[in-house]
Each structure stands twice: as structure tokens, then as C-alpha cells.
């Protein structure tokens, strides 16, 4: 059974950083594809960043430059920095990870930016 579990989310003022990171279970972690995703209020949910077991990594153009995606093979977790955060990064996160056409989602955790 797949599971994904993340946590780091916070309350962080405009410009701050937050390292946000996902626990998985069930799945041979190294050879996983893993993605990170946030839905803001009354938004639909929006990519935000990949990275493939092959060490691939790719981000969204409203991202780039400020957030990085990493992973601990050996301790089955995916991370995401999230730095000089804005008010338009709040959002729930989750994280992502696909195999055979198939999604599988964390619960989120919720990150606020705001003064």
C-alpha cells in the first residue's frame, strides 16, 4: 500500500523559507518518480516540481529559481525548499507520486505566507 507523508508546513512571513518534505512507504523509493503539487483557495491544484528516479528535475515557471526539489534515497523522503516565498505561494502541498498512469497523493500540509 502506498502512502505519502508530508510535513513542514508553517505560518512564514513574505521572503522566508520553509523545507517542506513527504515520508513514502510501500513503493522501492529509488526508482520512484516524485512530484510536488499545491492548491491554493478556490484554485484548482498546479504542478510546482519533479523529480524522476533518474535524477531529472524540472519546476514551474511561477517557482523557479526560488524553490528546489531534492530526495534521500535512503530515507524515502522527497524534500522541497521553498525560498523568498510570497504571499501567492499559500497553499495546501502535496506530494505526488505516479506509476502505470496511476496518481498517488499525500494528505498536504499547509503553508501560509503572509505578514
Known amino acids: 500500500q502506498v502512502q505519502l507523508v508530508e510535513s513542514g508546513g508553517d505560518l512564514v512571513q513574505p521572503g522566508g523559507s520553509l523545507r517542506l518534505s513527504c515520508a513514502a512507504s510501500g513503493i522501492i523509493f529509488s526508482l520512484a518518480h516524485m512530484g510536488w503539487y499545491r492548491q491554493a483557495p478556490g484554485k484548482q491544484r498546479e504542478w510546482v516540481a519533479t523529480?524522476?528516479?533518474?535524477?531529472?528535475?524540472k519546476y514551474g515557471d511561477s517557482v523557479k529559481g526560488r524553490f528546489t526539489i531534492s530526495r534521500d534515497n535512503a530515507k524515502n523522503t522527497v524534500y522541497l525548499q521553498t525560498n523568498s516565498l510570497k504571499p501567492e505561494d499559500t497553499a495546501v502541498y502535496y506530494c505526488n507520486h505516479r506509476a502505470a498512469a496511476r496518481d498517488y497523493w499525500g494528505q498536504g500540509t499547509k503553508v501560509t505566507v503572509s505578514a
Open positions: 523529480f524522476l528516479s533518474g535524477g531529472f528535475t
